[in-house]
């Protein structure tokens, strides 16, 4: 089986946890078997395993995403990274062109398509095996999973089967044939579809990589499909429609069928249906009396949080934010926290993450950022130069190579390095254990674009393994 | 007259924003007649210069809020240094000797005690100036201001007045003879006390300087109260009795009067009560929606708080923590602000202030501290070393002279110190504005009291102005 996990779009609903680079997907806010946090997509990522689907998989995810996938997942994972933000079927497409035109997998195999985000249990795992087989025996060009709904729910799409007796594709199986798909209908109108057999269209879909690479080859302008090659639709991305999946090919599909999921699926998408899934009602440093009630917090800061006679509430905080909300009155929080974004204060870098400590502002205009950076154990920060600012780096824990200027030495706790503007710098820590430093960033202006990457070939294991000893 | 200003001691009342080392009265939230913010001891400082009084103040407070005083009331304003803890009567006796025996004053002069955190207006200064007059009148030994209670609390001290006719000591000015003091009744006798008359005690106190100078010489070791000096009752300030002014003084008094004032007087010692008077309802970067009530919300932190539905409560966030409750159950506080302390994460010194950025500790055991300097325009970090950690400076705002080893230098925006353990080191900021910059301390073991003091005369105000040049 293909699979490719669909890792979405960045957003606040989840703010001061969530931003615009750090999306919900990498919280690490539910527990795993051995009771250690962990995120959705290390959740689903783990869940596949364990459900021992034997998956070539594939994570199709923005460019804003990578370092987060890679330290999360690690650096095996196979990521198809779009070019732009452009729906789902760009993605799908890009995703497929990777299966077939760069691992040139045979285009009778079966693709699954997953998003990283819902929160199910292992049956959902194994029902994606049920899907490869039906999509293997041709039961029907498209095969899309069936939740069945736990309320009438204004928010989902809906998939209503046939259910006239002799209509089902397999009796054996539960697969039924799909009569049609209503959009996010009213709460009425979503009972009586419940009534009808209706099922919640949760977004996962199999077919044989053919299929859709005809749609694909279809999508393209004509002197473009002769000779397709993975690079060539990767340099085309924008020229595919900006469409989603559902739109682009369910919509056209000439047979649909449904395989039904009983099983726990959530989407945890706001605070209010995450707050059921929560590995615990606190996490971090909380301290909680006097009649607290039905309230969870979430404390990412290194400062306590004392709560007091709080009932159905939300409290979290990270160094993005405080955000203090009924729970109710959570789902209004997006446009307040459009307004008060300014930018990220804690990223994941494939190389480690970063927290922004402090940000200064002289009266004469000139800005000074300081930052907690964190390499983890064997990686590097690249080679790269930024005209605008001059940095300082006090390392604090671990040590490592520091290259400035192609001249390299080692580093450790206690020093201090001073990278002038226009200066090409590159940090590795060593493989023993991380590397922590304070980064003093001092600028008139102190933009993350604001650099330029240069070639670097790290000296050798042996080499640098030699200069410890 | 003189006047006593008592500076009482710290606590978690208001924690986060009140600590061990920042007490309630230095704490920015209430707001002076331009608007801008000011403290509970900065509202009382101000108010005795509109209400005109002539008077010659005194702070008396303890070691650890001297710093906080002068950042706040400026270098001018006379402090009298408790050599330890021990309750109001020693502290009022020891200035009482600082006026007699240090300014020689004379001992018909009258000296008024006042506490520096209640709130009242302006007519509270001027019943002050009628307490003055009594005292010089000799109306009697004692005169004590009598608050019109508002409500029957079980919290104060009650003063019952003799109300039968031609008991009072002045009739036109409203002046009664003391019967006697009920402390803390219980709610149902604070209300028959009240309907006899009785007025709260709210520790204001005047007396003529020779009457209480007869209590200390009265208080002190016989062998000692012969040629009495400041420096003598100083250096056994230990041996006073640490007991209220209550208890040693006013309970043995012969003669006692209540001066009545009901106008505005609160007791802001509580979030709750605190919560009536705050400047504004959202202090700081706070955005509220989606129905907030009743609901104040204080922001010391750098990063927002978005609020959602809240009812009644309080929200406060310091760099030592966040709190969440609820208006009523705030009350409970102190007991979870105990368990909760570590260190002072933000403290006013005489020079300027600091914050902690971050606290880091590695796996080995080794320490770092990362704090935010600001020294004030024309101020000093005095002359110092430290046995047990290094200290790295980063100046990012402002510039001053540095001495590092008796070596001295002017130091700007940019530059980079390191100060090795062992090493002596002083900074001051220029006259023309303050200097800011990031300390990053290094070390096994990081304590405030890991420091020794050293002797350093700055540079003239000439040589630095010439260095400037």
């Known amino acids: 089986m293909n699979i490719i996990l669909l890792s979405g779009g960045s957003g606040k609903r989840l703010w001061p946890l969530s931003n615009d680079t750090r999306s919900?997907?990498?919280?690490?806010?539910?527990?795993?078997?051995?009771?250690?946090?962990?995120?959705?997509?290390?959740?689903?990522?783990?869940?596949?395993?364990?459900?021992?689907?034997?998956?070539?998989?594939?994570?199709?995810?923005?460019?804003?995403?990578?370092?987060?996938?890679?330290?999360?997942?690690?650096?095996?994972?196979?990521?198809?990274?779009?070019?732009?933000?452009?729906?789902?079927?760009?993605?799908?497409?890009?995703?497929?062109?990777?299966?077939?035109?760069?691992q040139k997998r045979p285009e009778d195999e079966v693709v699954v398509v997953l998003p990283v985000d819902p929160y199910a249990d292992l049956e959902y795992f194994h029902t994606l095996k049920d899907m490869e087989r039906a999509a293997?025996?041709?039961?029907?060009?498209?095969?899309?999973?069936?939740?069945?709904?736990?309320?009438?729910?204004?928010?989902?799409?809906?998939?209503?089967?046939?259910?006239?007796?002799g209509s089902m594709c397999e009796e054996e199986t539960g697969i039924y044939r799909v009569k049609r798909f209503i959009e996010k209908p009213s709460e009425t109108v979503a009972e009586q579809l419940i009534s009808y057999g209706a099922a919640w269209n949760g977004g996962v879909f199999a077919f044989r990589l053919g299929y859709l690479m005809e749609t694909v080859r279809h999508a393209l302008p004509e002197d473009m499909s002769n000779e397709l090659s993975y690079s060539k639709i990767y340099e085309n991305y924008h020229s595919l429609?900006?469409?989603?999946?559902?739109?682009?090919?369910?919509?056209?599909?000439?047979?649909?069928?449904?395989?039904?999921?009983?099983?726990?699926?959530?989407?945890?998408?706001?605070w209010n249906t995450l707050s059921e899934e929560l590995a615990e009602s606190y996490i971090g440093m909380v301290t909680v009396g006097e009649e607290i009630r039905d309230t969870i917090i979430v404390n990412e800061l290194s400062i306590p949080i004392i709560a007091l006679g709080l009932s159905n509430m939300i409290v979290a905080a990270s160094p993005d934010g405080i955000l203090v909300s009924d729970k109710g009155k959570s789902s209004y929080l997006k446009p307040y926290a459009d307004t008060v974004y300014e930018r990220p204060m804690y990223e994941e870098r494939?190389?480690?993450?970063?927290?922004?400590?402090?940000?200064?502002?002289?009266?004469?205009?000139?800005?000074?950022?300081?930052?907690?950076?964190?390499?983890?154990?064997?990686?590097?920060?690249?080679?790269?130069?930024?005209?605008?600012?001059?940095?300082?780096?006090?390392?604090?824990?671990?040590?490592?190579?520091?290259?400035?200027?192609?001249?390299?030495?080692?580093?450790?706790?206690?020093?201090?390095?001073?990278?002038?503007?226009?200066?090409?710098?590159?940090?590795?820590?060593?493989?023993?254990?991380?590397?922590?430093?304070?980064?003093?960033?001092?600028?008139?202006?102190?933009?993350?674009?604001?650099?330029?990457?240069?070639?670097?070939?790290?000296?050798?294991?042996?080499l640098y393994s030699e200069r410890l000893a």
């Open 350 to 462: 494939s190389w480690g993450d970063y927290k922004v400590l402090k940000y200064q502002k002289t009266r004469s205009g000139e800005r000074t950022m300081t930052k907690l950076l964190t390499l983890k154990a064997g990686q590097a920060i690249s080679y790269r130069s930024h005209q605008k600012r001059d940095e300082v780096w006090i390392v604090t824990d671990g040590y490592g190579q520091l290259v400035v200027d192609n001249v390299m030495k080692t580093v450790r706790r206690g020093d201090v390095v001073y990278i002038r503007r226009g200066q090409k710098h590159a940090l590795r820590a060593y493989e023993e254990q991380d590397l922590s430093c304070i980064e003093v960033q001092l600028g008139r202006e102190l933009e993350e674009n604001d650099i330029e990457l240069h070639p670097w070939v790290w000296a050798c294991e042996e």
């Open 136 to 165: 293997e025996a041709g039961v029907a060009d498209l095969i899309l999973m069936g939740i069945k709904p736990s309320y009438p729910s204004a928010k989902y799409g809906y998939i209503l089967p046939e259910i006239e007796p």
């Open 241 to 270: 429609p900006k469409n989603s999946f559902d739109y682009e090919v369910v919509e056209k599909a000439a047979s649909i069928a449904m395989l039904p999921y009983s099983g726990t699926w959530k989407d945890l998408g706001t």
């Open 24 to 102: 919900k997907q990498f919280l690490k806010l539910l527990k795993d078997d051995q009771g250690n946090l962990e995120s959705m997509v290390q959740r689903v990522y783990r869940q596949l395993r364990e459900a021992q689907i034997e998956a070539n998989i594939v994570v199709a995810t923005a460019a804003s995403q990578v370092d987060a996938i890679r330290c999360q997942l690690g650096d095996k994972v196979a990521i198809v990274e779009e070019p732009e933000r452009r729906d789902t079927f760009p993605a799908i497409a890009l995703s497929c062109a990777y299966f077939a035109l760069e």
